[in-house]
C-alpha cells in the first residue's frame, strides 16, 4: 500500500515532488483500476500544489462527498452526472491542506447495502465490503494513500477490515458532515483510509487541526477491556483468531487485557440501531422515495420501507435507549482506556452480490465513540480488530491501535 507519512517523507526530504506522488497513483491505479472498479470519476488534470502538510497527497472521495466539478453520483442513476459547485466541508480542509482530490471513489446506493461493482483486492471473487467499498479497495489496492468514507452502521470499519488498510471511523461530527448526502442525521459519520493507523492518525489530525490527535500517548499499560458483542451472532473462526493473535500482541506490549461484558443497555441499543437508522433514512431520502422509488435498489427500498413502518414513538424510544447507554458506556470507560472488539463477522465474504453485515460497528457507531480498524497479518483475506475509545478521546484510541499494529507487525 502507499503509506501517507512515507510519501510525504519523501517529499520533504526532496526526493520526491508532489506531482511525482500524484504520477505514482496515477501508475498504480492505471496497473489496478480496470479489474478493481473502485473509481467512479478521475480527474484529469487537477491543481497540484506544491506546498502544504498534505502537499502531494491524492485522495479518494466517497461519491456522496461533493468535490467541486466532479460528479456525485450517490451510487445511482438518480445522480447520474449531478456536479456540485462547491466542496464538502472535509474536501475544502483537504485541499487548504495541499491534498489533491484526485478521484470519486465507488459508493453503494445512498451509502446502504446494495453492491457496487467494485471488487475485492487480495481477491477478484469477494467482496470488498460497503458502503465505502471503492475508498476501502483504493487504498487496500495501493492505488491511494487517502480516501474518504462514511460510515452510518459500519461502512468505514468493515470494508477496512475486508481491505487490509487502517482506518478511522471518528468521534461523531468530529469530521463535519456538510456537502456530505445524508442518510441518517443521527449516524453518519466521515471517515478515513490510509495504510496504516500512523497515516490515519496523522491525517485525522491535520483534517481536525487537532494535533494532539497524532501526540496522544498509548500509556505505559493501557487498560483494554476485550468486548466479544455476544448480542451479535457469534464471529466466524478467523475473526476470532485474529481478536486473540491481537490479544497476545496487546499483551506482549504492556497492555492489561481483561474481558469485559457489556451491560444490557448497549445490547438494547444495539438492537434499536436500525429503526434510527432506517427512521430517519426514509426522511432524509425523501425525494428520492416519493418521486422515484422504481430507481431504488432492492436493499435500499427495502429498509426505506422498513423505515416507513417505525413510528415516531419507536424512533424515540430507540433514542432514549442509545441516550441511556452512551451514560453507561461513558461510566465503564472510567476503569478501561480502550475496547477491543471484532471489526467484522470474519473476511470478506466469497460474493459480489452483499456487502457483509455491521452487527459488530453498528453499535459503536450509534455511541458516536471513535473507532479504530487494526489489520490483523496472517490471514489469506485480510481480517482486522477494532479499537474503540471513549468519545473525543480519538487521539488514545488511535495510540492504542497503533502499539497494538506495531506488537502484531513486531
Ligand atoms: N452506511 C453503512 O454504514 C451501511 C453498512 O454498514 O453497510
Known amino acids: 500500500m502507499l503509506s501517507l507519512l512515507d510519501l510525504r517523507a519523501r517529499i520533504a526530504a526532496g526526493t520526491l515532488t508532489p506531482a511525482g506522488a500524484i504520477d505514482l497513483c496515477r501508475a498504480a491505479i492505471a496497473a489496478r483500476e480496470p479489474d478493481l472498479h473502485a473509481l467512479v470519476t478521475l480527474d484529469p488534470a487537477p491543481a497540484i500544489p506544491e506546498a502544504g502538510p498534505l502537499a502531494g497527497i491524492a485522495v479518494g472521495v466517497k461519491d456522496i462527498i461533493d468535490s467541486a466539478g466532479l460528479p456525485s453520483q450517490m451510487g445511482s442513476s438518480i445522480y447520474a452526472g449531478w456536479t456540485p459547485r462547491g466542496d464538502a466541508a472535509v474536501v475544502s480542509r483537504l485541499k487548504r491542506l495541499g491534498a489533491v ?95 496504516g493507523v500512523a497515516d490515519v492518525a496523522h491525517a485525522l489530525a491535520l483534517v481536525t487541526g487537532r494535533p494532539e490527535i497524532e501526540g496522544a500517548e498509548a500509556g505505559s499499560a493501557p487498560r483494554i477491556g476485550l468486548v466479544r458483542q455476544d448480542f451479535a451472532e457469534a464471529p466466524e473462526p478467523a475473526a476470532e483468531a485474529a481478536l486473540a493473535r491481537a490479544r497476545q500482541a496487546a499483551e506482549r506490549a504492556g497492555a492489561r487485557v481483561t474481558d469485559l461484558a457489556l451491560p444490557a443497555e448497549l445490547a438494547q441499543a444495539w438492537e434499536r440501531h436500525r429503526i434510527i437508522q432506517n427512521y430517519e433514512g426514509r426522511l432524509a431520502l425523501a425525494w428520492e422515495y416519493d418521486t422515484q422509488a422504481d430507481a431504488l435498489p432492492p436493499r435500499v427500498r427495502e429498509h426505506l420501507d422498513a423505515g416507513e413502518a417505525f413510528s415516531p414513538a419507536q424512533y424515540d424510544d430507540a433514542r432514549r435507549h442509545a441516550h441511556r447507554a452512551r451514560r453507561v458506556l461513558k461510566s465503564l470507560f472510567a476503569d478501561y482506556d480502550a475496547i477491543l472488539t471484532f471489526s467484522a463477522p470474519g ?29 490483523v497479518p496472517g490471514h489469506r483475506l485480510p481480517v482486522g480488530v477494532q479499537v474503540i475509545g471513549r468519545f473525543g478521546d480519538d487521539g488514545r484510541a488511535l495510540a492504542v491501535a497503533r502499539m497494538i499494529e506495531d506488537a502484531l507487525r513486531g
Open 101 to 195: 482530490a484526485l478521484a470519486k471513489t465507488t459508493t453503494t446506493a445512498f451509502a446502504s447495502s446494495d453492491p457496487t461493482e467494485t471488487v475485492n483486492p487480495h481477491d477478484p471473487g469477494h467482496t470488498p465490503g460497503g458502503s465505502s467499498a471503492g475508498s476501502a479497495a483504493a487504498v487496500g489496492a495501493g492505488m491511494l494513500p487517502l480516501a474518504l468514507g462514511t460510515q452510518t452502521a459500519g461502512s468505514v470499519i468493515r470494508p477496512a477490515s475486508y481491505c487490509g488498510c487502517a482506518a478511522v471511523k471518528p468521534s461523531f461530527r468530529l469530521i463535519p458532515t456538510v456537502g456530505v448526502k445524508t442518510y441518517s442525521w443521527a449516524l453518519d459519520t466521515v471517515g478515513l483510509f490510509a495504510a
Open 347 to 375: 473476511p470478506a465474504p466469497a460474493t459480489l452480490a452483499f456487502t457483509g453485515d455491521p452487527r459488530f460497528n453498528q453499535l459503536w457507531t450509534l455511541m458516536g465513540v471513535p473507532c479504530v480498524n487494526v489489520p
